[in-house]
């Protein structure tokens, strides 16, 4: 099986090291990227000894129930994320989770336009969100998406207290 590279492959390469040298554990939860984030992330040296896995979650009663999100809360925003951030990090015992959620177009969704995309983060200490206003089709969203969430990932394992 070969491997496409991608932009996110340097914050992946990035982020096996950090896991490997801190003994982190990492975990995603996906509901805008569809596992995307997950197989980038599993593509990294040695994942298996730090790549906890992933969730994904589309459907608002999938991320209420197994994720502790907010009933009724917008899908789209910066609560959702830093929630469904949350949730993995419990559910899986990880150190770092990073979720993704939000409007990957073509069309508007929920009063929000195509391209409206919240990172969420957490950690034992800290949780946190990232908005992004992305232009361009689904793919190139979801692309962008998953590349700047790797990003997110290796930045949050620097600062994280390491076991």
């Known amino acids: 099986m070969s491997h496409v590279v991608t932009e996110a492959d340097g ?4 982020i096996s090291a950090l896991a490997r040298e801190r003994g982190l554990r990492v975990a995603v939860v996906e509901s805008l990227t569809s ?3 997950a197989h980038a992330i599993g593509a990294g040296e040695n994942a298996s000894e730090w790549f906890l896995g ?3 979650a589309y459907m608002q ?9 907010t009933p009724g809360s917008d899908p789209c925003s910066a609560e959702c994320a830093e929630q469904l951030a ?3 990090l419990h559910l899986l015992s990880a150190d770092v989770c990073v979720a993704t959620t939000g409007v990957g177009g073509p069309d508007p969704k929920g009063g929000h336009p195509p391209g409206t995309v919240y990172l969420g983060w957490a950690t034992a200490e800290n949780v946190g969100h ?11 969203v979801m692309a962008i998406t998953t590349t700047t ?3 997110l990932i290796a930045a949050t394992m620097r600062v994280v207290d390491s076991h």
Do not use: M, R, Y
């Open 54 to 56: 992933g969730v994904v």
């Open 86 to 88: 949350v949730g993995g």
């Open 149 to 151: 969430a790797t990003d």
């Open 61 to 69: 009663d999938v991320k209420e129930s197994v994720l502790g999100v």
């Open 35 to 37: 596992g995307e984030l």
């Open 130 to 140: 990232q908005l992004l206003e992305l232009h361009g089709s689904p793919e190139t």
């Open 11 to 14: 914050a992946v390469d990035a």
